[in-house]
């Protein structure tokens, strides 16, 4: 009996050994669909020179299938969307989708598979800061741009509602770290009274369209620059000039509770708290979110 817990307790240190040269012991090994576009990155790579300095987005299908070389095309950029990845397989990913290009700026945006399937939105924010906390270890004041998890058409009322949460905790974690940035894409995908415009989704499949996309890249982008103007290459906290050009807020906003969206120069645009405060990138954006112009500033 003694021999027998002896051999046991051997194969189980074996078996630890052999798990730490890998995942940790009590981290699950990647799935076989992330697995398998990970080696294909990995080929092109060994093939191709990434370039350096890059903007990195990474994420789920909805940075996989996101045209962010056209629309970021300014830049130089890495896409590494995974379809069907989830906000709790990304921390796994860190040491091969993301080290590898020393990114001058990181985009994330996961977490709608993880809410769909009734993940809870603490655990869904502990994923993005555990990837976060990863990432940091090897780029320590790499900025990072969250995006908010996008609502879908059709979802169930409770998961539209975990999604919301899990998006003021992914705004929330956003104000305690200066690296690390949230842009609230999915307010402009919503009517006022909170349904998916129809016409920013293709009808089939519920992914965004070219407009959703293109909707979502605007509004990105001056965030983005931020990023660019903050990130390791440039110096960190020394930001230039026109970095704060660039990155000035949009033109247009509005109140959250309100139906009215002026300059963000009006007296009554400057009284809107920063959680009320919705950006449009477009004056064309802020009508199709169903706003009328302001009379005091005429927007
Ligand atoms: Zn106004």
Partial sequence: M?????????????????????????????PRQIEEQIRIFEAWDRENTPPAGAVLFVGDDDVDRWPTRVYFAQHA????????????????CVERLVTPYAPRVIAYAAGGRD??????????????????????????RVPIVLLAIKPTPGSRAEHESSRRRTNELLAAMSERDAALYFVDTSIVLLDPQGRCIASLYNAESGWLNETGYRLWSLLLAPTLHRGL???????????????????????????????????????????????????????????????????????
């Fill in 2 to 30: 003694v021999g027998h817990i002896a051999w046991i307790s051997r194969l189980l240190c074996t078996l630890l050994l052999a798990a730490s040269e890998g995942p940790g012991p009590d981290e699950p090994t990647i």
């Fill in 77 to 92: 950029v890495i896409n590494r969307g995974l379809a069907g990845a989830s906000a709790a397989v990304l921390p796994r």
């Fill in 115 to 140: 809410v769909a399937e009734g993940r809870d939105p603490q655990a869904v924010c502990g994923d993005v800061a555990a990837f976060i906390k990863r990432v940091r270890v090897v780029t320590p």
């Fill in 229 to 299: 103007q903050t990130g390791p290459e440039t110096g960190g906290a020394t930001a230039s000039p026109t970095g704060a050009a660039v990155s000035s807020d949009f033109e247009y906003v509005a109140s959250k509770s309100s139906k009215t969206f002026h300059k963000s120069t009006c007296s009554a645009a400057r009284r809107i708290t920063e959680a009320n405060l919705l950006r449009f990138p477009s004056r064309e954006a802020a009508v199709r979110g169903g706003r009328k112009p302001c009379k005091l500033c005429n927007p």
